[in-house]
């Protein structure tokens, strides 16, 4: 599960949403769930009763765009990421750039491979499930007779 933090650009409370599912930025609009939270407008977080300079994401996800039918391989896996002054950020100084939202188009720009989206997802990364030889090792141990 995702816990979304938008950080205010002064010394007042930040806001804090989740644990959510999925979290989702179409253009401008940032949604948890199907939930519309904030719309970024002059490089705020602009919400129902707050402004906020930085929104970060927490919990092991993983990044993808997407615009239309159109998807983006996967990038991750990051313990946070974050958004400040437009650019989506990820690492552990903020040293990866993932992206880079246009407001005049609203547009995501991933420099990486210089392409375009109109939608970034972030999803969390579910625990890996045992592999079929682990689990027939359960299986057996519990089929067991006590004593054997």
């Known amino acids: 599960m995702l816990m979304l933090y938008l950080e205010p650009a002064n010394s007042g409370r930040g806001k804090k949403f989740g644990p959510v599912s999925l979290v989702r930025i179409e253009g401008d609009s940032l949604r948890a769930g199907a939930r519309e939270v904030a ?41 946070r990421v974050r ?26 720009c991933v420099p990486s491979d210089q392409t375009a989206w109109f939608s970034v997802m972030f999803s969390p990364l579910r625990a890996a499930l045992p592999d079929a030889a682990s689990r027939a090792g359960l299986l057996r141990s519990r089929d067991r007779e006590p004593g054997l």
């Open 39 to 79: 719309v970024y407008r002059g490089g705020l977080w602009v919400g129902s009763g707050f402004d906020a300079a930085s929104l970060v994401i927490e919990a092991p996800l993983s990044v993808h765009f997407e615009t239309g039918y159109a998807v983006s391989p996967s990038y991750g896996t990051f313990e």
């Open 83 to 108: 958004i400040l002054d437009g650019v989506l950020r990820a690492g552990e100084w903020w040293q990866v750039t993932l992206a880079r939202f246009d407001p005049g188009t609203k547009m995501w």
